[in-house]
């Protein structure tokens, strides 16, 4: 089988690509950390690093784990891996994930030393969002017993079920003591999530942004040297910085390359409000009750302009931090219908291009105050034909208000 190297970050590591595998090849011996189920925690005698691409992301079918044993017994499936693809079992950490290899985000970040040398951090990620993203303190699906794992619900997914991972592969060229190794892993996390964040990667299990996804694995290797180990990795030290740089910049190029997701394409707002049940089949859906059908017919014939204006996507965001704070109580309750009105009103203004008419939509909007989602399908219902009132400079009345 055929395997291409990719990279050579540093003397000592080799990053090859093969048929659904990327994997590094240790060279010189590493210190790693990984949450895999076969070899994982903290070794000293790992020669690969692996991340490979079990199922593609639609459809996986179960079948497909049962064979290689992935579910029902790790180690054996570990082994098949393993052997097909020439690496050591035992001296290999495994990760897995239905993402695609070709679609990887690679990141490379350096620092001059006081001596000449240099500090190297190179980061490896694949990832997939679209299906199995979710936040810290979301309900859990299933729980661990005796080796098995138990649905809580019938509607409970399995794990080959769950297609969204993100994997993230790191390395350094210099040595990390074992507390250091812990807080990169930490530290890869926090800038995993400031991602999610920026992305506004929505969970699936709620309503509030994903901080990461169900399976999401990692693995951190660091050279072993004759010089002293680095024992800080956080937020102070240049090794931390270093690292979360080269997780964010590779975070975002697979994100970019597998689901399409950038600040670009997150710019319309049925992304921005897929979280509250209003994606674009759901919000068109909604809107289509407060329409005409000629008036309905236009928005559908312009939605991607109508809904990309970034003027209307800036108050829809200010909307939907409100939403939120509201969700959270960090408003007061007495105060929430009037703040969520006043951002409604904007919404409304915003994609009617018409400001002066502020207090007139505030106040016919004044019906759906005690729901934010109805409030905010009513203002992008209602700011739309009052831009279709001032096309034909003549009043529509097709609102259902």
Same mark, same amino acid.
């Not at 079990?54 to 079918?61: D, Y």
């Given at each position: 089988?055929?395997?291409?190297?990719?990279?050579?970050?540093?003397?000592?590591?080799?990053?090859?690509?093969?048929?659904?595998?990327?994997?590094?090849?240790?060279?010189?011996?590493?210190?790693?950390?990984?949450?895999?189920?076969?070899?994982?925690?903290?070794?000293?005698?790992?020669?690969?690093?692996?991340?490979?691409?079990?199922?593609?992301?639609?459809?996986?079918?179960?079948?497909?784990?049962?064979?290689?044993?992935?579910?029902?017994?790790?180690?054996?499936?570990?082994?098949?891996?393993?052997?097909?693809?020439?690496?050591?079992?035992?001296?290999?950490?495994?990760?897995?994930?239905?993402?695609?290899?070709?679609?990887?985000?690679?990141?490379?970040?350096?620092?001059?030393?006081?001596?000449?040398?240099?500090?190297?951090?190179?980061?490896?990620?694949?990832?997939?969002?679209?299906?199995?993203?979710?936040?810290?303190? !979301?309900?859990?699906?299933?729980?661990?017993?005796?080796?098995?794992?138990?649905?809580?619900?019938?509607?409970?997914?399995?794990?080959?079920?769950?297609?969204?991972?993100?994997?993230? %592969?790191?390395? %350094?060229?210099?040595?990390?003591?074992?507390?250091?190794?812990?807080?990169?892993?930490?530290?890869?996390?926090?800038?995993?999530?400031?991602?999610?964040?920026?992305?506004?990667?929505?969970?699936?299990?709620?309503?509030?942004?994903?901080?990461?996804?169900?399976? !999401?694995?990692?693995?951190?290797?660091?050279?072993?040297?004759?010089?002293?180990?680095?024992?800080?990795?956080?937020?102070?030290?240049?090794?931390?910085?270093?690292?979360?740089?080269?997780?964010?910049?590779?975070?975002?190029?697979?994100?970019?390359?597998?689901?399409?997701?950038?600040?670009?394409?997150?710019?319309?707002?049925?992304?921005?409000?897929?979280?509250?049940?209003?994606?674009?089949?759901?919000?068109?859906?909604?809107?289509?009750?407060?329409?005409?059908?000629?008036?309905?017919?236009?928005?559908?014939?312009?939605?991607?302009?109508?809904?990309?204006?970034?003027?209307?996507?800036?108050?829809?965001?200010?909307?939907?931090?409100?939403?939120?704070?509201?969700?959270?109580?960090?408003?007061?309750?007495?105060?929430?219908?009037?703040?969520?009105?006043?951002?409604?009103?904007?919404?409304?203004?915003?994609?009617?291009?018409?400001?002066?008419?502020?207090?007139?939509?505030?106040?016919?909007?004044?019906?759906?105050?005690?729901?934010?989602?109805?409030?905010?399908?009513?203002?992008?219902?209602?700011?739309?034909?009052?831009?279709?009132?001032?096309?034909?400079?003549?009043?529509?009345?097709?609102?259902?208000?």
């Amino acid at each position: 089988m055929a395997y291409v190297k990719i990279a050579t970050p540093y003397p000592g590591l080799e990053i090859y690509r093969g048929e659904k595998v990327i994997y590094a090849a240790l060279k010189s011996p590493h210190q790693v950390i990984s949450t895999c189920r076969v070899n994982g925690g903290i070794r000293s005698d790992i020669s690969f690093v692996a991340n490979h691409q079990a199922c593609e992301p639609k459809p996986c079918h179960p079948e497909a784990h049962k064979k290689c044993l992935a579910i029902r017994d790790p180690l054996a499936y570990h082994r098949f891996i393993c052997e097909y693809h020439g690496l050591l079992p035992e001296k290999t950490v495994l990760l897995g994930t239905a993402a695609n290899m070709t679609m990887a985000g690679l990141a490379r970040e350096s620092f001059p030393l006081p001596d000449g040398e240099e500090l190297l951090v190179f980061c490896l990620v694949t990832a997939g969002v679209e299906t199995n993203a979710g936040r810290a303190g !979301d309900p859990s699906q299933v729980c661990e017993w005796e080796g098995r794992f138990h649905k809580l619900s019938e509607k409970a997914q399995t794990a080959s079920e769950n297609q969204g991972t993100i994997n993230i %592969m790191v390395f %350094m060229n210099q040595e990390l003591a074992p507390c250091a190794l812990v807080r990169a892993v930490k530290m890869a996390t926090e800038a995993k999530t400031s991602v999610l964040e920026e992305l506004h990667v929505p969970s699936r299990y709620s309503e509030g942004l994903a901080t990461g996804t169900g399976t !999401d694995q990692i693995a951190i290797a660091s050279l072993r040297t004759d010089r002293k180990p680095l024992r800080g990795a956080g937020k102070h030290v240049k090794l931390g910085e270093l690292l979360a740089k080269a997780v964010r910049a590779a975070l975002f190029q697979a994100l970019s390359l597998q689901n399409k997701r950038t600040k670009e394409t997150i710019r319309y707002v049925p992304r921005l409000l897929e979280r509250f049940g209003l994606g674009e089949e759901a919000l068109l859906s909604a809107l289509s009750a407060h329409l005409s059908p000629e008036i309905y017919d236009w928005f559908l014939r312009n939605k991607y302009a109508l809904l990309s204006d970034t003027g209307l996507v800036a108050h829809v965001l200010s909307y939907v931090h409100l939403w939120d704070q509201v969700r959270l109580r960090l408003i007061p309750k007495d105060m929430q219908a009037e703040v969520l009105l006043d951002q409604a009103a904007l919404v409304a203004c915003a994609l009617a291009q018409r400001r002066k008419d502020f207090y007139l939509l505030f106040k016919e909007l004044i019906p759906y105050q005690d729901d934010p989602r109805k409030l905010l399908i009513a203002a992008l219902a209602r700011g739309f034909c009052a831009k279709w009132e001032n096309e034909l400079g003549k009043t529509t009345g097709v609102v259902s208000l």
